[in-house]
């Protein structure tokens, strides 16, 4: 997590159910053009972009000139950062869990 700066923060990049769905598109495609991207939402052209920079920001996004056209494709290296985040949590929670049912079967005995 990047405390300087909360737009870099993956987490917070993340949180938005449009740059959720920006990721998945950008994962299912090599490239995609800005074009391409906007259709695809009931939003304009500023807004898909806004939210695509913050997923630069955060390095989820890389970005290219073709022409006339930008095109944006994925980096998923920073969800890394998620990734071992939502592992510490599921083995704590498992660990925990696995503690409660010893405790209650101990009971039932």
């Given at each position: 997590m990047n405390d300087n700066n909360p737009l870099r923060d993956v987490f917070n990049a993340i949180a938005d159910p449009t740059r959720r769905r920006l990721i998945r598109m950008l994962s299912e495609a090599e490239e995609i053009p800005l074009h391409e991207l906007t259709e695809q939402f009931p939003m304009g052209r500023t807004a898909v972009s806004k939210h695509l920079t913050i997923l630069k920001e955060a390095g989820l996004v890389l970005d290219r000139k073709v022409g006339r056209e930008t095109r944006f494709r994925l980096n998923a290296a920073p969800l890394?950062?998620?990734?071992?985040?939502?592992?510490?949590y599921s083995k704590f929670w498992s660990s925990n869990l696995l503690r409660l049912n010893?405790?209650?079967e101990e009971e039932e005995e």
């Open positions: 890394r950062e998620i990734q071992d985040w939502v592992g510490f010893r405790l209650l």
